[in-house]
């Protein structure tokens, strides 16, 4: 199939503006590839005894041969998110596999893993954002010993995923295979939790059934079964080829799940330095692969926090995308998956009416995919149109359906739910901003209203509650951005807009920080760059002024004076109450170095790469 002309020019912009830092990133990756040698051939006697102390015999005597691949597993695991509780069974099924194909694998570090399900609202949600850069960082730690041949990353959620990527970039070296634990199986309707949350935020039940109905919703082992971050995570990690194909949506504790842990265990070991088809994870993610994720996320509907994390992890592999790649991309990627808060499904569901193998199929046969790129099970992304299944008890792959089987959540590329993505790009004078738009109905994504000003989503849900907000408004919330506090998701706002837009209002929000990929039917310009707390133009808006969010042509204005509005100075906030408490003290740094949402709100530095 023919390429989509859109698809060559976003693809080649991005090879020519990122030519210089690609080959700066690529030399130094492949100045450390040990290619025919183990990675820990280097280190002394000394440092080896150290690394392999504490090993079984039989692995020990393996280790010693300095032969054979041995494979990291990095894992996020922990027993209190059920995303990652899974995660405790991977390890011991790794090594035994590992070992059978004639390698070993060790537990080489755990990075931190946070819910933004349980911080949503509180403190601990300004720590959520720089927890990336930690997983990043983290993951350089694990690796740092020099002692692996591949990698095994073991993590589902929000900036877990996007961290390892990072740090498995930094190693861009080292093979690298991503392991999924699945979402949780079925719960109870979205459309009954959401209902639920709404009369609960009228004050017409209480808590307690508030509480039955989130358990019955998030009930089990797995991860939440909306089209969040975190399961837009499993789909970037497959259209990348970073999954075993078709790996993605299989629940946890199955007898398939298993196997396609195992399998990815064998495959780590045949894409090591001395396995038969060596495949570093520098040369999977190059931009072609990037541009794959870009279109998943539109085809998809997928969280707007991609925004940041896609940037960021491709400017840690030498890449340079932004805002525009996006924007320019959505005019022309159709819309083919509707998964909660997008339509009714869920991810379950989703997969079970022909899911991811289906809809890369499609953008494939379109034109809008880059097939020729490398993945961790060989060349073509045409491998990733087929879905795994036990024949007789034994791991293989079948193609996906050729058909949706729920055309209500999936469909072709001939007949999609939108002809344009699900994600856009606003500008104006007020700076830029992303809206996701795959959830908004036509008639609410033009809202022009008079701004009311807060500095903090309680503030405003203290306003909504004294029934000052029964009137059009646009809700302007501001100095939530990286510099500020850290920039909490501010989903605390959703059922009151809701509430409100319900009512016939117009409203919608502005605001410096996130709300992530379960952003619902309020249209919301987010991540609004420059950022107050930089000085932003957001800073300027007063109570009043007639703000403009128009997500069909691409405006976020503000209707006042020109000459007045250059002599307006920037509003201040009282930041003090974000530096402490829940360890936001320990997080000075990152607040103090982020770069803005725009750039991927990076904390650390990356190379200079004009002065390699």
Not at 102 to 118: I, K, L, S, W, Y
Not at 261 to 275: D, H, K, L, N, P
Not at 387 to 392: C, F, G, I, S
Request: glycine share 8%; hydrophobic share 45%.
């Amino acid at each position: 199939m023919t390429k989509h002309p859109v698809l060559v020019e976003v693809t080649e912009r991005i090879i020519q503006r990122s030519r210089v830092q690609r080959q700066a990133y690529l030399s130094r990756i492949r100045a450390a590839t040990h290619q025919g040698k183990v990675e820990r051939s280097q280190l002394s006697c000394t440092n080896l005894a150290h690394a392999f102390a504490a090993m079984p015999g039989d692995a020990k005597l393996r280790i010693k041969e300095a032969a054979r691949p041995n494979l990291a597993i990095v894992s996020a695991y922990n027993d209190m998110l059920s995303a990652h509780m899974p995660l405790e069974t991977f390890p011991a099924l790794i090594k035994d596999e590992a070992f059978k194909a004639g390698a070993t694998a060790q537990f080489a570090g755990g990075v931190p893993a946070m819910c933004d399900g349980v911080t949503q609202g509180q403190a601990g949600m300004e720590l959520s954002l720089f927890s990336r850069d930690v997983i990043a960082m983290s993951t350089a730690v694990a690796l740092s010993h020099q002692m692996f041949d591949a990698a095994l990353y073991l993590g589902v959620c929000d900036k877990i995923v996007p961290g390892l990527l990072m740090g498995a970039l930094a190693f861009g070296h080292l093979p690298a295979i991503f392991v999924p634990a699945g979402p949780m199986t079925t719960g109870i309707s979205n459309d009954e939790k959401a209902k639920t949350r709404q009369l609960y935020a009228e004050g017409k039940v209480g808590r307690d059934a508030l509480l039955e109905t989130e358990s019955k919703s998030y009930h089990g082992p797995g991860t939440c079964t909306f089209y969040g971050t975190a399961n837009s995570n499993q789909m970037l990690m497959e259209i990348m080829g970073l999954h075993l194909p078709g790996t993605a949506f299989i629940n946890p504790g199955s007898p398939l799940r298993e196997a396609l842990t195992r399998a990815a265990a064998r495959q780590a070991v045949r894409i090591s330095a001395e396995g038969e088809a060596f495949t570093p994870v520098a040369e999977i993610v190059d931009e072609k692969a990037i541009v794959n994720a870009m279109v998943g996320l539109m085809a998809t509907g997928g969280s707007t926090n991609h925004t940041m994390h896609l940037v960021a992890a491709a400017r840690v592999a030498g890449i340079d995308i932004n805002w525009d790649d996006f924007d320019t991309l959505s005019t022309v990627v159709p819309l083919l998956a509707r998964v909660y808060p997008n339509g009714k499904a869920d991810v379950n569901q989703f997969h079970a009416a022909g899911g991811l193998g289906f809809v890369i199929r499609e953008l494939l046969d379109a034109g809008l995919l880059h097939d020729d790129v490398q993945t961790v099970v060989g060349k073509g992304l045409y491998a990733y149109t087929r879905e795994p299944w036990l024949n007789n008890g034994q791991l293989d792959w079948r193609d996906a359906p050729s058909e949706p089987l729920d055309r209500e959540i999936v469909r072709p590329a001939s007949d999609p739910f939108s002809s344009n993505g699900g994600l856009r790009v606003l500008s104006g004078q007020l700076g830029r901003a992303v809206i996701k738009v795959s959830a908004v109905k036509p008639e609410h994504r033009l809202v022009e209203a008079p701004a009311v000003v807060f500095h903090s989503q309680d503030d405003m849900l203290a306003a909504f509650k004294r029934g000052e907000l029964e009137k059009d408004f646009i809700a302007v919330i501001r100095f939530q951005g990286p510099r500020a506090n850290g920039m909490p998701e501010l989903h605390k706002l959703t059922p009151a807009l809701s509430i409100l837009q319900e009512r016939g209002f117009k409203v919608a929000l502005v605001t410096d920080g996130r709300m992530s990929g379960a952003s619902g039917k309020v249209p919301a310009a987010i991540h609004v760059s420059p950022e107050a707390a930089q000085g932003g133009p957001i800073a300027k808006v007063r109570d009043g002024d007639i703000i403009r969010v128009d997500a069909d042509n691409g405006l976020l204005q503000v209707q006042v004076d020109a000459e007045e509005w250059a002599l307006r100075t920037e509003s201040d906030a009282d930041l003090h109450g974000n530096e402490y408490g829940v360890g936001r003290e320990l997080f000075a740094v990152f607040r103090n170095t982020a770069t803005s949402a725009e750039e991927g709100a990076i904390s650390f530095a990356l190379p200079q790469w004009e002065k390699m």
